[in-house]
């Protein structure tokens, strides 16, 4: 199956960093924008942040100056470099490709907006607490 492979998930403490990454597992990263998810439990799923082909990016409000993404196409992986992490940031985080970027990050992803995105994987699970 295809899929992307996220990992670098784990505990941190409150202020910390983490970076995590988002690997296409038997197949090229897709030429088109790229979408990091994240769901907290107990919640739905919001989209955090977006890299197009040519590495621009869009964020959240809530991750705008903290976060960072990237990619390497040459290594098929997207990357999301989480600094000043908080508490909140508790979740699990998943990618997953789309044609455009979007450019607004406003509520959850409504069940029958999943299939407008290729390539879920399983998610790495952030913890932030001290």
Known sequence: QLQFVESGGGLVQPGGS???SCAASGFALPNSGITWFRQ??????????????????????????RFTASRDNARNTVY??????????????????SGACQVRFVGFLLPQQFVEYDYWGQGTQVTVSS
Do not use: W
């Not at 799923?45 to 869009?58: L, P, Q």
């Open 18 to 20: 983490q970076r995590l």
């Open 40 to 65: 907290a439990p107990g919640k739905g799923r919001e989209a955090i942040s977006c890299i197009t082909n040519d590495g621009t990016t869009h964020y959240k409000d809530s991750v705008k100056g």
């Open 80 to 97: 999301l470099q989480m600094n000043s992490l908080k508490p909140e940031d508790t979740a699990n985080y998943f990618c997953a490709a």
